[in-house]
Structures are given as C-alpha cells and as structure tokens.
DNA sequence: ACAATGTGTGAGCATTTGCTCATATGTCTT
DNA sequence: AAGACATATGAGCAAATGCTCACACATTGT
C-alpha cells in the first residue's frame, strides 16, 4: 500500500503522535483529531490510513506487541543444554527486558486498549509467550504434555502479570531490580518441581512446618 | 447523607444498572443517560448523588474493591501457627474467592477504571494486601524487615497479577482450578526459602541442573 | 391540613467526537 | 511538459455525551 516513501513516514509520525497524545492526556485526550494535530498532518490524511480511531489503535498497540514477543521468541530459541534455573532466569529477564523498554508507553497503549475490543491481541501474545515457553522447557519434562502445559500456562501467566502490576503500580520502576530476582527465585522454585516430582504430589509433605515460633 | 430510605435503593439501582451498561455494552457504552435509563431513574436523579460520571465509577470501583480486600484481610487474620504451605494457600484462595465470585463485573470495572484516573484505588488495594500478607508471614521470617517486604510485595503482585490475567484470557474460568493449585505450589517453593535460608544467597548453587537430556 | 424538605423528572443546551468530501498539492512516468 | 496517480488538506456535518435547571412529586413533622 505504502508506494512512495513519504506515506511510510507519515504513519509512523501518526503513531508516535498517538503516543505522545496518550502520554501526555491519558485516554480521554486521544481523539483523532488531536492525533492529526500532534502528528502535523491533516485529519484527512489520518483517515486515508486507518478506517477509523479503532484501526489504528489496534495497529499500534499490534505493533508493540509484536515487538515485545518476537524479542521473548528470540531469546528462547538459544536453550542448548541449559538448567532449569538458567530458563526460569531466561524468560524473566527476556520478557521484562521487552517490557522495560518504554514502560510508559506499554502503560498507555495498554490503558488505551480497553476502551476497544482488543482481547484477541492479548491472547495472540500470551499464545505466543506460551509457545516459546514450552520449547525452552519442553525436554526437561518428563510427564504428560498437558501437565506441561498448565505449567507453562501458570508461570506465564505469573510473570507476565506480576510485572504488569509492578509497572502499574510503580511507574519509577524503582523496584524493579529487586522485583526481577524475585520473580527469578520463585520460577526457579518452582520449575524444579519439574525435575524433581510429578505435578501431582502434594507437596505439603516435602516441606516441612517451617514456621519458626516467636 | 441519606434521609429516606428510597434514596438507598435508587443509589443501588445506579450502582447496579452501571455494572450492567458495562457487561453489556463494553466502556464505550457506559453513558450516564443509559445508566440512568438502566436504572429506572431520571438522569437528574444521577447527578443529584453523583457530582459527575467520574465520581460515580470511583465510588463503584472503590466500594468492590473495598469488598475484596476486606475478605482477604479477614482470611489472614486466623493464621495461629500455621506453617508457610498453609500461609501460601490461605492467601492465594482467599484473593481467587475474593475476586471468583463475580469475574465479570470484575473485568467489566476494572476496563471501566482505566478511562478514568484510578491508579490511587489501585495502589490502596494493594497496600492493604501488602499489610494483610506481611502480618501472615511476619513471625516466620528471621531476616530484615526489608527483605519480607521486597517477599511480600513480589508475592502479591505475581498472585494478583496472574490472576488478572487468567480472568482477563479466560472468562469462562474454566482453567481457573488448575491454575489455583499451580499458584499454591509456586508459592509454597517460593515462601519455604523464608525458613531455610536467606534471600540473598544465589539458589543455582542449592539447586543441581535438573535438566533431563532427552 | 399544611408547609418544609427530601426526592425525582426530562427536555434541552453546549460541547465534543469521529469522520466525509470536494479540492489542492506533490511525485512519477513518458 | 503534461497527464496520471499518490498523497495531503481542513471546513464542516451528524451524532453522541455530560450535564443543568426549572419544576413536580413524595414524605415527614406539627
């Protein structure tokens, strides 16, 4: 669609001024016509690329999403001969490396989203984390495939949301160095249940009533 | 503020008819004059208790969230020598039954808040988990208080984060039960670090390479 | 019965929003 | 140079939205 280089320009200006508009007034202020403004084009040349506000939102934030899971897929393909320990620190440092980028604009994009039908996106990303996830610890699983897979599915869904709420809560990111070991420490614990038991045994037993009174 | 009892019942009336603008109709839908039709109320009625749409929905989303960091701190009050796996299940079920029992008008708020400014009800609920959490564990953690707290804030914002985003991929909650266990383990091997041994030590000396080659 | 006050009404206004379209200006090919 | 095509313009429209206000009804106390 793009046939002279000048219309590739004007949508990324169009994008980054989206950005900017909902950084700098949040959801409310994104209006298309202030997106045209903030991009210096016309209002008729936002709509000769994108058939509504909708579309190009959608692309947008698309576009991010695709950015921070091809990064995640990218790390993962590199596991020759690596420890649990060593995966579990892979993948959350992977993603939170993709996330920490531009925590801002994942902010916005993602109170942006909401106001539109953007379900699908999300769930396309967590397929995909969960993809990558499953090939980085795929042979180190001896159980049935689905067992692995509500591993994969918890573990994903803990580290991807856990960040979300940090990000959320913490725009400074401050904590994050010390949120990130954590995070590693427990996907470690946790991934060693892996090599060590089946998914089934209660694991109450193993562990002994560490409660240290008074 | 309320004199006659009526004015109660047509607060609820709004309270509820919201909550059903936004199942149906998504955030873009949620209108006053619709909530106001919803309700059974005239929309001079609305503005009569609310001072604006904004006010409405904080006072919403505030009220529910209230509920549920209620449940939660009741459920972490009874907690007389228990020991760390029966701490990590008493707070992963009670944040999952706090927030089980209505997924959708969770989902529906939570879309709902991000239109407006509502990172303060956000950051209350989760310092009130953080206090509820911290008196749980308190007694079973030797180190510094630093360190439970970095344990603490981490453990909450995974809990939290992965359920939303659970109950954001999966309305149906139909891999809500497996995804529960999967928490309670992960937080049982992470929490059993508090009793043997510090934070600080790196655990992928503790841990041999699990991995099962082929 | 009657006023005082709490409660409810809804037509309609000011503003904003997403978007169209007739037109103008660049850019390329021949 | 000139036509063909891609790109850009922006005034303005139809619809929607948050909200006001002058007025009506209900409940209470005396």
Redesign the interface.
């Known amino acids: 669609m793009p046939i002279q280089a000048r219309s590739q320009a004007t949508i990324e200006a169009i994008f980054e001024a989206t950005i900017q508009v909902l950084l700098q007034g949040?959801?409310?202020a994104l209006t298309t016509n202030r997106i045209a403004e903030k991009a210096g084009v016309s209002i008729g040349t936002l709509y000769q690329y994108f058939p509504g506000k909708e579309a190009l939102l959608y692309a947008l934030v698309g576009r991010h999403l695709d950015k921070a899971g091809e990064a995640v897929e990218r790390a993962c393909r590199v596991h020759g001969?690596?420890?649990?320990?060593?995966c579990a620190d892979l993948f959350v440092d992977a993603y939170i490396d993709a996330k920490a980028g531009d925590v801002a604009v994942s902010r916005a994009l993602?109170?942006a989203s909401?106001?539109l039908?953007m379900?699908d996106l999300?769930?396309a990303m967590?397929a995909r984390l969960h993809q990558a996830v499953r090939g980085l610890l795929e042979?180190?699983?001896?159980g049935q495939p689905e067992t692995l897979d509500?591993?994969v599915?918890?573990?994903v869904?803990?580290?991807?949301?856990?960040?979300?709420?940090?990000f959320?809560?913490d725009g400074t990111i401050e904590?994050l160095p010390?949120?990130r070991a954590?995070?590693k420490?427990?996907s470690?614990?946790?991934l060693?249940?892996?090599?060590?038991s089946d998914?089934r045994t209660d694991?109450?037993r193993n562990?002994?009533?560490?409660?240290?009174?008074?």
Chains 1, 2 share one sequence.
């Open positions: 949040g959801a409310r001969g690596m420890s649990l320990a060593d993602y109170h909401t106001e039908d379900q999300g769930a967590l042979h180190a699983h001896g509500t591993i599915f918890s573990w869904a803990v580290v991807t949301g856990g960040t979300r709420v940090l959320e809560q904590r010390a949120f954590q995070l420490l427990m470690r614990a946790y060693d249940i892996l090599g060590t998914m694991h109450t562990g002994e009533c560490y409660l240290a009174k008074t």
